[in-house]
C-alpha cells in the first residue's frame, strides 16, 4: 500500500471508530465543498432478494468529445451514473438508498447480470441497440490487434490493451478507472480504434503504436485522424514512484515535462490534529515532495508524434481520482471498484 492509500485508510479506521461510539460521521463532500447532486433513483418496493435485486436506475450518462462528434463517429465514454450495480455505492447510502451504478468491468465484487445490464444500457443510450462489440482481456501491454466481428462478444478475449478496425458497424471497448481510454478515428477510411494506456502501456508507446498500426491496415494518414484522450486520474492526484520516472525518462525526450513535484498533506492530521499533539515537531512529517505523472499530456504527445493535429486530439478535463462522486478511481478508492467503458463505432454502411 502506498503512503496516500494508508492515509486513507487510517482516516477511514478513524472514521468508523468515532460512528462506532456514536459519533455523526461527516457526509461525503466533493472537493469543491459541494454535495453531491447525482439523481437518486426512487426507492422500489422491497424485493424478495435484496441482494441481487437491480434497483430503478435513472439513464446512464454519456460524456462525448466534441472532435469525434463533430466527424460523425459514435462514442462515449461512461461515468458511474445510472446502472444497476450497488457493490461500489457510496458508503454513507445504506440498503436500497443507494443509487445503482453504471459498472461495466466484470469485478470480483459485483454481479455478472448486473455487468452485463449496465453494458447493455450504455450501448443501448449511445446506438439506440446493442451492437457487437470486441473488448480486451487488458494486460497493461503494447498489444494492438486489428479485430473483426468474429472477435466480438466471445467470454474468451483476446489479451492486450489496444483494437483497430474497419468493419462497418463493430463497437471496441475498453474499460478504465484511472487509466486513460484513448479513441481515435479515421473518418476517410472509415477505421477506429480504442487504447487502454496505464502507465505501463504508455511508457510501451501503445498509441503510437496504435496509429502505427492503422496507417500500416488501413492507409490511414495521420493527419486525417481525429483522437480523444478520456477521463482518467490527472496529474493532480496520480502520485507516483521514482521507479516510474526513470522507465518514462529511459523512453521519452519529453519525460521531463510529464512529472511535476508535489508537497502534500497528511489528510489524517488535517482533520485530526488532536491525536497528534505529541508527535514530532511541524516540518518533520517525514513526507517530502511527491511525484506526480501526467499520463493523458503523455498520451497526447504520443499522438502528436505519431502525426496527429493538435486540433483534432480533445483531452478530457475530469480527474477519476478527484470526483469519486462521476467516476470509478482505482487509485481513490483502493483498488476496490467498477470500471467505466470508452466505447467507438467503425462508421456502419450507409
Ligand atoms: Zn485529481
Redesign the pocket.
Known amino acids: 500500500m502506498d503512503a496516500s492509500a494508508s492515509n486513507v485508510a487510517s482516516l477511514q479506521a478513524i472514521d468508523d471508530l468515532l460512528s462506532y461510539a456514536g459519533l455523526r460521521r461527516e457526509p461525503r463532500q466533493r472537493r469543491d465543498g459541494q454535495r453531491s447532486t447525482r439523481a437518486r433513483p426512487e426507492r422500489t418496493q422491497a424485493p424478495a432478494t435484496q441482494q441481487q435485486a437491480p434497483l430503478r436506475a435513472a439513464a446512464p450518462e454519456v460524456l462525448r468529445a466534441e472532435g469525434l462528434a463533430n466527424v460523425g463517429i459514435a462514442h462515449g465514454f461512461s461515468t458511474r451514473a445510472g446502472g444497476m450495480s450497488t457493490a461500489y455505492s457510496l458508503r454513507e447510502l445504506p440498503g436500497p438508498d443507494r443509487p445503482g451504478e453504471l459498472n461495466v468491468g466484470f469485478t470480483a465484487e459485483d454481479v455478472r447480470e448486473h455487468v452485463q445490464g449496465n453494458r447493455a444500457r450504455f450501448l443501448q443510450k449511445i446506438y439506440g441497440a446493442v451492437p457487437p462489440m470486441v473488448t480486451l482481456k487488458q494486460i497493461h501491454s503494447a498489444l494492438v490487434y486489428r479485430v473483426d466481428r468474429a472477435q466480438a462478444d466471445k467470454s474468451t478475449t483476446l489479451a492486450g490493451d489496444g483494437m483497430i478496425t474497419d468493419e462497418p458497424g463493430l463497437l471496441l471497448g475498453v474499460t478504465t478507472a484511472d487509466c486513460v481510454p484513448v479513441l481515435v478515428a479515421d473518418p476517410k477510411r472509415g477505421a477506429v480504434g480504442a487504447f487502454h494506456a496505464g502507465w505501463r502501456g504508455t511508457v510501451r508507446r501503445i498509441v503510437e503504436r496504435g496509429v502505427g498500426r492503422m496507417r500500416m491496415e488501413f492507409g490511414s494518414a495521420p493527419e486525417d485522424l481525429v483522437a480523444s484522450i478520456g477521463p482518467a486520474?490527472?496529474s493532480?492526484?496520480y502520485r507516483v514512484g521514482d521507479e516510474v520516472e526513470a522507465e518514462f525518462g529511459s523512453q521519452f525526450l519529453y519525460a521531463e515535462k510529464l512529472f511535476s513535484e508535489a508537497v502534500e498533506g497528511d489528510p489524517v492530521r488535517e482533520k485530526y490534529p488532536m491525536l497528534f499533539l505529541s508527535a514530532r515537531a511541524p516540518g518533520h512529517s517525514g513526507l517530502g515532495p511527491a511525484l506526480h505523472l501526467d499520463l493523458q499530456e503523455a498520451n497526447r504527445l504520443q499522438l502528436l508524434d505519431a502525426g496527429l493535429r493538435a486540433e483534432a486530439v480533445d483531452v478530457s478535463g475530469q480527474?477519476t481520482?478527484?470526483r469519486t462522486d462521476l467516476f470509478f478511481s482505482y487509485r481513490a478508492e483502493h483498488g476496490v471498484t467498477g470500471r467505466m467503458l470508452a466505447v467507438i463505432q467503425a462508421p456502419p454502411r450507409a
Open positions: 486520474i490527472r493532480c492526484c480527474c481520482s478527484c
